[in-house]
Protein backbone atom coordinates (compact mmCIF):
# COMPACT_ATOMS: atom_id res chain seq x y z
CA UNK A 1 0.00 0.00 0.00
CA UNK A 2 2.82 2.60 1.32
CA UNK A 3 4.49 1.40 -2.47
CA UNK A 4 1.48 2.34 -4.47
CA UNK A 5 0.99 5.68 -1.99
CA UNK A 6 4.92 6.71 -3.07
CA UNK A 7 4.30 6.11 -6.53
CA UNK A 8 1.19 8.40 -6.88
CA UNK A 9 2.95 10.87 -5.07
CA UNK A 10 6.25 10.97 -6.86
CA UNK A 11 4.16 10.68 -10.51
CA UNK A 12 1.82 13.42 -9.40
CA UNK A 13 4.48 16.01 -8.34
CA UNK A 14 6.22 14.66 -11.24
CA UNK A 15 3.21 15.61 -13.75
CA UNK A 16 2.54 19.25 -11.58
CA UNK A 17 6.65 20.30 -11.99
CA UNK A 18 5.92 19.48 -16.12
CA UNK A 19 2.98 21.12 -16.07
CA UNK A 20 4.12 24.21 -14.60
CA UNK A 21 6.88 24.69 -17.01
CA UNK A 22 3.93 24.99 -19.83
CA UNK A 23 1.73 26.51 -17.82
CA UNK A 24 3.23 29.24 -15.57
CA UNK A 25 0.64 31.70 -14.70
CA UNK A 26 -1.37 28.81 -12.94
CA UNK A 27 0.92 26.63 -11.71
CA UNK A 28 4.36 28.46 -10.77
CA UNK A 29 4.04 28.46 -7.79
CA UNK A 30 3.11 24.97 -6.83
CA UNK A 31 5.89 24.16 -8.66
CA UNK A 32 8.33 26.44 -7.18
CA UNK A 33 7.56 25.00 -3.86
CA UNK A 34 7.64 21.12 -4.95
CA UNK A 35 11.30 21.89 -6.48
CA UNK A 36 12.19 23.47 -3.26
CA UNK A 37 10.92 21.09 -1.15
CA UNK A 38 12.78 18.45 -3.82
CA UNK A 39 16.13 20.90 -3.37
CA UNK A 40 15.75 20.55 0.83
CA UNK A 41 15.75 16.36 0.66
CA UNK A 42 18.43 16.42 -2.09
CA UNK A 43 20.57 18.08 0.53
CA UNK A 44 19.76 15.84 3.38
CA UNK A 45 20.51 12.76 0.37
CA UNK A 46 23.94 14.64 0.64
CA UNK A 47 24.44 13.85 3.95
CA UNK A 48 23.45 10.15 3.80
CA UNK A 49 25.31 9.98 1.25
CA UNK A 50 28.23 11.10 3.21
CA UNK A 51 27.09 8.66 5.98
CA UNK A 52 27.32 6.15 3.86
CA UNK A 53 30.46 7.02 2.25
CA UNK A 54 31.98 6.78 5.73
CA UNK A 55 30.13 3.09 6.64
CA UNK A 56 31.59 2.05 3.26
CA UNK A 57 34.88 2.49 3.93
CA UNK A 58 34.82 1.90 7.70
CA UNK A 59 33.29 -1.61 6.80
CA UNK A 60 36.49 -2.17 4.67
CA UNK A 61 38.96 -1.30 7.26
CA UNK A 62 36.94 -3.20 10.25
CA UNK A 63 37.09 -6.44 7.96
CA UNK A 64 40.59 -5.87 7.11
CA UNK A 65 40.25 -5.55 3.12
CA UNK A 66 42.94 -3.96 1.10
CA UNK A 67 43.21 -0.41 1.17
CA UNK A 68 41.28 -0.29 4.01
CA UNK A 69 43.96 2.11 5.89
CA UNK A 70 43.19 4.61 3.15
CA UNK A 71 39.49 3.91 4.01
CA UNK A 72 40.29 4.93 7.77
CA UNK A 73 42.10 8.07 6.66
CA UNK A 74 39.77 9.06 4.50
CA UNK A 75 37.05 8.92 7.34
CA UNK A 76 38.81 10.46 9.63
CA UNK A 77 39.94 13.66 7.67
CA UNK A 78 36.15 13.71 7.06
CA UNK A 79 35.04 14.35 10.16
CA UNK A 80 38.15 16.17 10.81
CA UNK A 81 37.55 18.84 8.16
CA UNK A 82 33.70 18.63 8.77
CA UNK A 83 34.34 19.60 12.31
CA UNK A 84 37.08 22.52 11.15
CA UNK A 85 34.35 23.98 8.90
CA UNK A 86 31.46 23.73 11.61
CA UNK A 87 33.44 25.48 14.39
CA UNK A 88 36.07 27.81 12.47
CA UNK A 89 33.56 28.24 9.28
CA UNK A 90 34.32 28.15 5.86
CA UNK A 91 35.99 31.19 4.97
CA UNK A 92 38.92 30.78 7.63
CA UNK A 93 42.26 30.74 6.47
CA UNK A 94 43.18 27.15 7.61
CA UNK A 95 40.01 26.16 6.28
CA UNK A 96 40.83 27.63 3.02
CA UNK A 97 43.89 26.57 3.44
CA UNK A 98 42.78 22.86 3.09
CA UNK A 99 41.04 23.60 0.04
CA UNK A 100 44.05 25.20 -1.64
CA UNK A 101 46.80 23.17 -0.77
CA UNK A 102 45.17 19.80 -0.46
CA UNK A 103 41.64 19.13 -2.44
CA UNK A 104 42.85 21.52 -5.25
CA UNK A 105 46.53 19.83 -6.19
CA UNK A 106 45.16 16.56 -5.56
CA UNK A 107 42.71 17.17 -8.08
CA UNK A 108 45.26 18.73 -10.67
CA UNK A 109 47.41 15.51 -10.17
CA UNK A 110 44.56 13.62 -11.15
CA UNK A 111 43.72 15.92 -14.05
CA UNK A 112 47.58 15.47 -15.31
CA UNK A 113 47.25 11.88 -14.91
CA UNK A 114 44.08 12.22 -16.96
CA UNK A 115 46.03 13.55 -19.93
CA UNK A 116 48.90 10.51 -19.38
CA UNK A 117 45.27 8.46 -20.09
CA UNK A 118 44.01 9.73 -22.59
CA UNK A 119 47.27 9.47 -24.88
CA UNK A 120 47.44 5.79 -24.22
CA UNK A 121 44.25 5.08 -24.76
CA UNK A 122 44.52 7.00 -28.12
CA UNK A 123 47.92 4.78 -28.85
CA UNK A 124 45.71 1.27 -28.20
CA UNK A 125 43.28 2.35 -30.10
CA UNK A 126 44.18 1.10 -33.05
CA UNK A 127 45.88 -2.20 -31.26
CA UNK A 128 42.28 -2.40 -30.30
CA UNK A 129 40.09 -1.96 -33.07
CA UNK A 130 41.77 -1.48 -36.87
CA UNK A 131 38.61 -0.17 -38.83
CA UNK A 132 38.35 2.76 -41.08
CA UNK A 133 36.15 4.74 -38.41
CA UNK A 134 39.06 4.65 -35.83
CA UNK A 135 42.02 5.41 -38.07
CA UNK A 136 39.24 8.64 -39.38
CA UNK A 137 39.02 9.08 -35.47
CA UNK A 138 42.55 9.67 -35.11
CA UNK A 139 43.49 10.92 -37.66
CA UNK A 140 40.55 13.65 -37.15
CA UNK A 141 41.67 14.06 -33.38
CA UNK A 142 45.45 14.71 -34.97
CA UNK A 143 44.52 17.41 -36.90
CA UNK A 144 42.67 18.94 -34.40
CA UNK A 145 45.28 19.04 -32.06
CA UNK A 146 47.95 20.09 -34.54
CA UNK A 147 45.89 23.38 -35.62
CA UNK A 148 44.72 24.41 -32.34
CA UNK A 149 48.27 23.69 -30.27
CA UNK A 150 50.84 26.92 -29.94
CA UNK A 151 53.54 26.90 -32.69
CA UNK A 152 57.16 28.69 -32.48
CA UNK A 153 56.83 30.43 -35.56
CA UNK A 154 52.57 31.06 -34.40
CA UNK A 155 49.52 30.42 -36.06
CA UNK A 156 49.61 28.02 -39.13
CA UNK A 157 48.48 29.72 -42.39
CA UNK A 158 44.78 29.06 -42.97
CA UNK A 159 44.46 26.94 -39.60
CA UNK A 160 41.29 29.18 -39.18
CA UNK A 161 39.86 28.34 -42.20
CA UNK A 162 40.45 24.65 -41.66
CA UNK A 163 39.29 24.53 -38.36
CA UNK A 164 35.49 25.76 -39.22
CA UNK A 165 35.84 23.62 -42.25
CA UNK A 166 36.33 20.46 -40.25
CA UNK A 167 34.35 21.91 -37.74
CA UNK A 168 31.24 22.10 -39.93
CA UNK A 169 31.24 18.11 -39.61
CA UNK A 170 31.84 17.64 -36.26
CA UNK A 171 29.65 20.11 -35.04
CA UNK A 172 26.96 18.20 -37.32
CA UNK A 173 27.70 15.14 -35.46
CA UNK A 174 27.54 16.48 -32.03
CA UNK A 175 23.89 18.01 -32.87
CA UNK A 176 23.12 14.64 -34.06
CA UNK A 177 24.12 12.73 -31.04
CA UNK A 178 22.67 15.47 -28.70
CA UNK A 179 19.20 15.00 -30.96
CA UNK A 180 19.50 11.63 -29.97
CA UNK A 181 20.30 11.73 -26.30
CA UNK A 182 17.17 14.34 -25.93
CA UNK A 183 14.92 11.99 -27.42
CA UNK A 184 16.05 9.34 -25.08
CA UNK A 185 15.90 11.57 -22.20
CA UNK A 186 12.71 12.69 -23.00
CA UNK A 187 11.37 8.75 -23.45
CA UNK A 188 13.13 7.99 -19.85
CA UNK A 189 11.26 10.70 -18.42
CA UNK A 190 8.03 9.77 -19.63
CA UNK A 191 8.50 6.33 -18.20
CA UNK A 192 8.90 7.64 -15.41
CA UNK A 193 6.23 9.80 -15.38
CA UNK A 194 3.92 6.59 -16.37
CA UNK A 195 5.19 4.96 -13.28
CA UNK A 196 6.36 2.29 -15.85
CA UNK A 197 10.09 2.69 -13.97
CA UNK A 198 9.98 3.50 -10.33
CA UNK A 199 13.52 4.10 -9.29
CA UNK A 200 12.19 5.42 -5.62
CA UNK A 201 11.42 1.84 -4.34
CA UNK A 202 7.77 1.95 -5.75
CA UNK A 203 8.62 -1.23 -8.14
CA UNK B 1 3.48 24.74 -28.40
CA UNK B 2 6.03 23.06 -30.06
CA UNK B 3 7.22 21.41 -27.00
CA UNK B 4 4.00 20.75 -25.63
CA UNK B 5 3.00 19.02 -29.18
CA UNK B 6 6.43 17.23 -29.42
CA UNK B 7 5.65 15.87 -25.75
CA UNK B 8 1.78 14.70 -26.23
CA UNK B 9 2.84 12.74 -29.75
CA UNK B 10 5.75 10.98 -27.78
CA UNK B 11 2.95 10.02 -24.83
CA UNK B 12 0.43 9.02 -27.06
CA UNK B 13 3.09 7.00 -29.37
CA UNK B 14 4.48 5.42 -26.07
CA UNK B 15 0.78 3.99 -24.71
CA UNK B 16 0.28 3.11 -28.00
CA UNK B 17 3.52 0.79 -28.71
CA UNK B 18 3.55 -0.44 -25.30
CA UNK B 19 0.13 -1.75 -25.54
CA UNK B 20 1.37 -3.14 -29.69
CA UNK B 21 4.23 -4.53 -27.99
CA UNK B 22 2.88 -6.71 -25.43
CA UNK B 23 0.95 -8.66 -28.09
CA UNK B 24 4.42 -9.02 -30.35
CA UNK B 25 7.46 -8.16 -28.88
CA UNK B 26 9.94 -6.41 -31.04
CA UNK B 27 12.90 -7.44 -32.54
CA UNK B 28 15.47 -5.27 -32.67
CA UNK B 29 19.35 -4.60 -34.60
CA UNK B 30 22.19 -6.57 -32.83
CA UNK B 31 24.38 -4.09 -30.42
CA UNK B 32 27.26 -5.90 -29.65
CA UNK B 33 28.06 -4.02 -26.23
CA UNK B 34 24.28 -5.18 -24.87
CA UNK B 35 25.01 -8.81 -26.11
CA UNK B 36 28.49 -8.85 -24.35
CA UNK B 37 26.80 -7.38 -21.07
CA UNK B 38 24.35 -9.91 -21.42
CA UNK B 39 26.55 -12.92 -21.29
CA UNK B 40 28.95 -11.03 -18.80
CA UNK B 41 26.21 -10.95 -16.49
CA UNK B 42 25.84 -14.86 -16.77
CA UNK B 43 29.53 -15.21 -16.66
CA UNK B 44 29.32 -12.84 -12.97
CA UNK B 45 27.13 -15.40 -11.88
CA UNK B 46 28.67 -18.65 -12.55
CA UNK B 47 32.45 -17.86 -11.91
CA UNK B 48 31.41 -15.80 -8.46
CA UNK B 49 32.83 -12.66 -9.98
CA UNK B 50 31.27 -9.13 -9.72
CA UNK B 51 29.62 -6.49 -11.54
CA UNK B 52 30.33 -3.28 -10.66
CA UNK B 53 27.90 -0.64 -11.91
CA UNK B 54 29.14 3.11 -12.14
CA UNK B 55 25.93 5.57 -12.59
CA UNK B 56 28.00 8.70 -12.78
CA UNK B 57 27.01 12.03 -11.35
CA UNK B 58 24.30 13.22 -13.44
CA UNK B 59 22.12 15.52 -10.80
CA UNK B 60 18.37 14.62 -11.15
CA UNK B 61 17.62 18.32 -11.10
CA UNK B 62 19.29 18.89 -14.22
CA UNK B 63 18.76 17.49 -17.91
CA UNK B 64 21.72 15.10 -17.11
CA UNK B 65 18.82 13.15 -14.94
CA UNK B 66 18.14 11.37 -17.48
CA UNK B 67 20.62 9.24 -18.40
CA UNK B 68 21.43 8.25 -14.47
CA UNK B 69 17.22 7.32 -15.24
CA UNK B 70 18.17 5.33 -17.98
CA UNK B 71 20.96 3.61 -15.59
CA UNK B 72 19.27 3.06 -12.98
CA UNK B 73 15.80 0.97 -15.67
CA UNK B 74 18.99 -1.11 -16.40
CA UNK B 75 20.15 -1.90 -12.76
CA UNK B 76 16.83 -2.57 -11.61
CA UNK B 77 16.96 -5.78 -14.46
CA UNK B 78 20.72 -6.75 -13.60
CA UNK B 79 19.97 -6.89 -9.57
CA UNK B 80 17.54 -8.99 -10.46
CA UNK B 81 19.60 -11.36 -12.36
CA UNK B 82 22.59 -11.54 -10.02
CA UNK B 83 20.62 -12.04 -7.15
CA UNK B 84 21.81 -15.22 -6.48
CA UNK B 85 25.18 -14.17 -6.78
CA UNK B 86 27.86 -14.91 -4.12
CA UNK B 87 29.24 -11.45 -4.92
CA UNK B 88 26.65 -8.96 -5.60
CA UNK B 89 26.58 -6.18 -7.84
CA UNK B 90 28.00 -2.73 -6.59
CA UNK B 91 26.72 0.01 -7.95
CA UNK B 92 28.80 3.98 -7.34
CA UNK B 93 27.77 7.40 -7.95
CA UNK B 94 28.88 10.78 -7.64
CA UNK B 95 25.62 12.40 -6.76
CA UNK B 96 24.06 11.38 -3.72
CA UNK B 97 20.25 11.47 -4.54
CA UNK B 98 21.26 8.87 -7.38
CA UNK B 99 23.38 6.73 -4.82
CA UNK B 100 20.20 6.37 -2.49
CA UNK B 101 18.85 5.31 -5.36
CA UNK B 102 21.42 2.88 -6.54
CA UNK B 103 20.34 1.51 -3.03
CA UNK B 104 16.27 1.76 -3.74
CA UNK B 105 16.55 0.11 -6.84
CA UNK B 106 18.39 -2.87 -5.96
CA UNK B 107 16.56 -3.58 -2.91
CA UNK B 108 13.65 -3.59 -5.68
CA UNK B 109 15.54 -5.66 -7.78
CA UNK B 110 16.01 -8.24 -4.73
CA UNK B 111 12.75 -7.94 -3.72
CA UNK B 112 11.58 -9.01 -7.25
CA UNK B 113 14.01 -12.17 -7.25
CA UNK B 114 12.86 -12.98 -3.87
CA UNK B 115 16.07 -12.55 -2.41
CA UNK B 116 15.66 -9.15 -0.34
CA UNK B 117 17.61 -10.50 2.68
CA UNK B 118 20.66 -10.76 0.17
CA UNK B 119 20.72 -6.88 -0.15
CA UNK B 120 23.42 -4.87 1.65
CA UNK B 121 23.07 -0.78 1.32
CA UNK B 122 26.73 -0.84 1.20
CA UNK B 123 26.53 -2.24 -2.49
CA UNK B 124 25.08 1.26 -3.83
CA UNK B 125 28.07 3.66 -2.70
CA UNK B 126 28.68 7.57 -3.14
CA UNK B 127 32.17 7.58 -3.98
CA UNK B 128 32.73 11.15 -4.07
CA UNK B 129 31.19 14.69 -5.19
CA UNK B 130 33.37 16.14 -7.13
CA UNK B 131 34.20 14.70 -10.55
CA UNK B 132 37.21 13.65 -9.75
CA UNK B 133 36.83 12.25 -6.40
CA UNK B 134 34.27 10.67 -8.07
CA UNK B 135 36.41 8.45 -10.11
CA UNK B 136 39.25 8.26 -7.51
CA UNK B 137 36.58 6.39 -5.04
CA UNK B 138 35.47 4.10 -7.59
CA UNK B 139 38.54 2.89 -9.02
CA UNK B 140 39.21 1.06 -6.03
CA UNK B 141 36.04 -1.26 -6.32
CA UNK B 142 37.26 -1.64 -9.54
CA UNK B 143 40.55 -3.31 -8.16
CA UNK B 144 40.13 -4.79 -5.37
CA UNK B 145 36.68 -6.17 -5.66
CA UNK B 146 36.83 -8.98 -7.58
CA UNK B 147 34.79 -7.00 -10.63
CA UNK B 148 34.77 -9.08 -14.10
CA UNK B 149 32.82 -6.36 -15.64
CA UNK B 150 32.77 -2.90 -15.28
CA UNK B 151 29.37 -0.95 -16.77
CA UNK B 152 29.59 2.58 -16.89
CA UNK B 153 26.52 4.16 -17.60
CA UNK B 154 25.66 7.75 -17.00
CA UNK B 155 26.42 11.39 -17.18
CA UNK B 156 30.52 11.19 -16.80
CA UNK B 157 33.00 13.55 -18.26
CA UNK B 158 36.55 13.42 -18.40
CA UNK B 159 37.47 11.31 -15.76
CA UNK B 160 35.95 8.69 -17.44
CA UNK B 161 39.28 7.49 -19.05
CA UNK B 162 40.73 7.05 -15.62
CA UNK B 163 37.77 4.75 -14.90
CA UNK B 164 38.24 2.47 -18.40
CA UNK B 165 42.07 2.64 -17.89
CA UNK B 166 41.21 0.70 -14.36
CA UNK B 167 39.14 -1.60 -16.19
CA UNK B 168 41.61 -2.20 -18.72
CA UNK B 169 44.41 -3.12 -15.83
CA UNK B 170 42.40 -5.51 -14.21
CA UNK B 171 41.69 -7.49 -17.85
CA UNK B 172 38.12 -6.43 -17.23
CA UNK B 173 34.75 -6.47 -19.69
CA UNK B 174 33.83 -2.86 -20.51
CA UNK B 175 30.58 -1.74 -21.41
CA UNK B 176 30.38 2.01 -21.22
CA UNK B 177 28.00 4.96 -22.38
CA UNK B 178 27.45 8.36 -21.40
CA UNK B 179 25.56 11.68 -22.82
CA UNK B 180 28.44 13.25 -22.48
CA UNK B 181 29.84 14.26 -25.57
CA UNK B 182 34.04 13.52 -24.00
CA UNK B 183 32.89 11.27 -22.74
CA UNK B 184 31.74 9.23 -25.35
CA UNK B 185 34.94 10.02 -27.49
CA UNK B 186 36.84 8.71 -24.55
CA UNK B 187 34.78 5.16 -24.16
CA UNK B 188 34.96 5.03 -27.89
CA UNK B 189 38.88 4.69 -27.50
CA UNK B 190 38.89 3.17 -24.53
CA UNK B 191 35.83 -0.04 -24.69
CA UNK B 192 35.90 -2.97 -27.80
CA UNK B 193 32.50 -2.01 -28.24
CA UNK B 194 31.85 1.36 -27.69
CA UNK B 195 28.21 2.52 -27.86
CA UNK B 196 27.25 6.10 -29.23
CA UNK B 197 24.35 8.81 -28.54
CA UNK B 198 21.21 7.34 -27.68
CA UNK B 199 22.46 4.02 -27.77
CA UNK B 200 22.66 4.07 -23.85
CA UNK B 201 18.27 4.39 -23.87
CA UNK B 202 18.63 1.22 -25.22
CA UNK B 203 20.53 -0.31 -22.18
CA UNK B 204 16.50 -1.28 -20.60
CA UNK B 205 15.16 -2.87 -23.52
CA UNK B 206 18.06 -5.22 -24.23
CA UNK B 207 18.32 -6.32 -20.95
CA UNK B 208 15.00 -7.30 -20.91
CA UNK B 209 13.36 -4.79 -18.74
CA UNK B 210 9.81 -5.08 -20.14
CA UNK B 211 8.15 -3.68 -23.17
CA UNK B 212 7.50 -0.14 -21.66
CA UNK B 213 11.34 -0.39 -22.75
CA UNK B 214 11.16 -1.48 -26.50
CA UNK B 215 8.21 0.90 -27.31
CA UNK B 216 10.71 3.67 -26.19
CA UNK B 217 12.58 3.09 -28.60
CA UNK B 218 10.12 2.41 -31.80
CA UNK B 219 8.67 6.11 -30.37
CA UNK B 220 12.45 7.11 -30.71
CA UNK B 221 13.01 6.39 -34.20
CA UNK B 222 9.95 7.92 -35.49
CA UNK B 223 10.39 11.20 -33.71
CA UNK B 224 14.39 10.63 -35.05
CA UNK B 225 12.56 10.31 -38.35
CA UNK B 226 10.26 13.08 -38.15
CA UNK B 227 13.20 15.55 -37.08
CA UNK B 228 14.95 14.55 -40.11
CA UNK B 229 11.75 14.93 -42.51
CA UNK B 230 11.62 18.43 -40.71
CA UNK B 231 15.77 19.18 -41.51
CA UNK B 232 15.56 18.09 -45.00
CA UNK B 233 11.98 20.33 -45.26
CA UNK B 234 13.57 23.54 -43.53
CA UNK B 235 17.13 22.85 -46.09
CA UNK B 236 14.91 22.60 -49.32
CA UNK B 237 13.00 25.69 -48.05
CA UNK B 238 16.24 27.82 -47.65
CA UNK B 239 17.08 26.46 -51.27
CA UNK B 240 13.93 27.56 -52.52
CA UNK B 241 14.01 30.80 -50.84
CA UNK B 242 17.73 31.82 -51.72
CA UNK B 243 16.91 30.48 -55.13
CA UNK B 244 13.36 33.49 -54.65
CA UNK B 245 16.04 36.19 -53.67
CA UNK B 246 18.36 35.41 -56.90
CA UNK B 247 16.09 35.67 -59.39
Same mark, same amino acid.
Given at each position: ?45 ? /? ?77 ? /? ?19 ? /? ?17 ? /? ?37 | ?247
Amino acid at each position: MLRVFTAALAIAAGIFVLLGYFYPEQLESLRLILVDWAIIIAGIAI /LVGIFNLAVVQMGKFSTRQKGGMYGLLLVISLFATFAAGVILGPENLYMRLAVDAVIVPVEASLMAILAVTLIYASIRL /LRRRVDVVSVLFLVVALIFLF /LVMPTPIGPIPGDRAMLDF /LGMFSRGGARGLLIGIALGTLLTGLRVLFGVDRPYGGN | MLAQGLLILAAVLFLGFTFLRRRSPASFRSIEAYERLNRSVGLAVEDGTRLHISLGRGNLFTARGGSALAGLAMLRRLAERTSVSDRPPVVTSGDASLAILSQDTLQSGYRAAGAEEQYRFSTGRLTGLTPFSYAAGAIPTIHDEHVSTNIILGDLGAESALLAEASDRENANLIAASDNLSAQSIFYASSQEPLIGEELFAAGAYVGAGTAHEASLNVQDILRWLIILGIIVGIVLKIVETLGALI
